[in-house]
């Protein structure tokens, strides 16, 4: 059985060589030649998802993080409205957790429901609980391995088991993990679904997400996705491609730069919260501890002086850029009230847990010293 890091670098390599090269080349081609006769499953087509680009993302994706099968989509988003989209139907009902990604929870609560399909809240730390939210059109439970940007870590393990023995499909968005520290699949998770443009591509130039599991579950997915059409292009898989060899190197560095960065912060006067589950005093840090051989390198805190003095503080530092997004090799920073949680009403950002001065930092795979010496100097210049 091959190790994680030898898989990121040879799975999926066979599909698109070509004429010896080492590196496979892009296929920039809408569309293939095929012969008379052959059925519509044989055709290869980029909006089919089936150019050799696309087999061999697909393939190294589907072999690392132990699914059967894999579609790669045209965003995060495009791979968890489709794969939502696939597995429920009009006039039925999808359970999920506290505290979802922003984008997730307006298409939760804005777009499924004009297609007929309905979702409960469910509180994903009290499993003995989820049982009174189900009903007879009840078809998915849907979670996420690391909250945005709270960091909470959900009863995953239960959850999976609970899909089971409910007859519901589990979903899981394991974007902040990736499949290095984390792989659903092997707790029993019928579907992962990633925002591919964070940690699986690492370098902050696509936008990509993909949809693992099974190949009955993934065959719709696709089938649905060939519909919508939010299909990859053949330049992208290629990107995307390159950027899975180096996974394992560059998720191993975000895990010690988020932990280091995670106690610098919390030792620091000037801060005031700290939310990371790698440290012991965060809520969730046992359940976590069971679950992940690595944290990620995504901290979020709040800073002695509210609103304002974050956004001192962040106009301060001079290695972190503030913008959205997270999992590339540099650092990023951004306040959620003002991007990925903007959609949400104050009261059900309140309720998430995510105050206007909640500062969230995506650390890259900088030297952790010059990381934390910005810190400090920006909290000097902004106090």
């Known amino acids: 059985m091959l190790k994680l890091d030898t898989k990121l670098i040879h799975e999926g390599e066979d599909e698109a060589r070509a004429k010896g090269a080492v590196a496979p080349p892009i296929y920039q081609s809408a569309t293939f030649?095929?012969?008379?006769?052959?059925?519509?499953?044989?055709?290869?087509?980029?909006?089919?998802?089936?150019?050799?680009?696309?087999?061999?993302?697909?393939?190294?994706?589907?072999?690392?993080a132990g699914g059967e099968a894999c579609v790669v989509a045209a965003s995060g988003m495009a791979a968890i409205s489709t794969a939502l989209l696939a597995v429920l139907r009009s006039g039925e009902h999808v359970l999920v957790q506290d505290c979802?990604?922003?984008?997730?929870?307006?298409?939760?609560?804005?777009?499924?429901?004009?297609?007929?399909?309905?979702?409960?809240?469910?509180?994903?730390?009290?499993?003995?609980?989820?049982?009174?939210?189900?009903?007879?059109?009840?078809?998915a439970i849907y979670v996420e391995s690391i909250t945005n940007p709270t960091l909470d870590v959900a009863c995953l393990k239960e959850?999976?088991?609970?899909?089971?023995?409910?007859?519901l499909i589990s979903l899981i968005d394991n974007t902040f993990c990736s499949p290095v520290n984390f792989r659903p699949l092997d707790i029993g998770f019928d579907i992962e679904l990633h925002s591919a443009t964070k940690y699986l591509n690492g370098h902050s130039d696509i936008v990509a997400g993909c949809v693992i599991g099974g190949e009955e579950l993934v065959r719709k997915v696709t089938h649905r996705l060939n519909h919508l059409g939010g299909s990859l292009d053949p330049h992208a898989?290629?990107?995307?491609?390159?950027?899975?060899?180096?996974?394992?190197?560059?998720?191993t560095r975000h895990n010690e730069n988020g932990l280091f960065v995670a106690r610098f912060l919390s030792s620091h006067k000037d801060v005031t919260r700290v939310l990371y589950p790698g440290l012991e005093d965060h809520p969730d840090y046992h359940r976590a501890s069971g679950l992940f051989s690595?944290?990620?390198?995504?901290?979020?805190?709040?800073?002695?002086?509210?609103?304002?003095?974050?956004?001192?503080?962040?106009?301060?530092?001079?290695?972190?850029?503030?913008?959205?997004?997270?999992?590339?090799?540099e650092t990023l920073i951004t306040r959620p009230v003002l991007t990925t949680h903007s959609g949400l009403s104050e009261p059900d950002r309140e309720a998430?847990?995510?105050?206007?001065?909640?500062?969230?930092?995506?650390?890259?795979?900088?030297?952790?010293?010059?990381?934390?010496?910005?810190?400090d100097q920006a909290l000097a210049a902004s106090g």
């Open 352 to 375: 998430a847990g995510i105050s206007d001065s909640l500062v969230r930092i995506a650390l890259g795979v900088e030297s952790e010293a010059d990381l934390c010496l910005d810190l």
């Open 159 to 167: 959850a999976a088991e609970f899909a089971n023995s409910h007859g």
């Open 33 to 64: 030649e095929s012969r008379p006769g052959e059925s519509y499953d044989e055709i290869r087509y980029a909006r089919l998802n089936n150019t050799p680009n696309h087999l061999a993302v697909q393939k190294k994706i589907s072999r690392v």
């Open 294 to 329: 690595g944290y990620g390198g995504v901290v979020s805190f709040e800073v002695e002086g509210g609103a304002t003095r974050a956004d001192a503080f962040i106009a301060a530092l001079e290695l972190a850029m503030f913008a959205p997004s997270l999992g590339g090799v």
């Open 237 to 251: 898989c290629f990107l995307l491609h390159r950027g899975l060899k180096t996974l394992g190197l560059r998720v």
């Open 100 to 139: 979802l990604y922003g984008g997730t929870h307006s298409l939760l609560t804005e777009d499924l429901p004009a297609a007929g399909i309905t979702h409960s809240v469910i509180d994903a730390k009290r499993p003995e609980t989820w049982g009174e939210a189900l009903r007879p059109e009840t078809r």
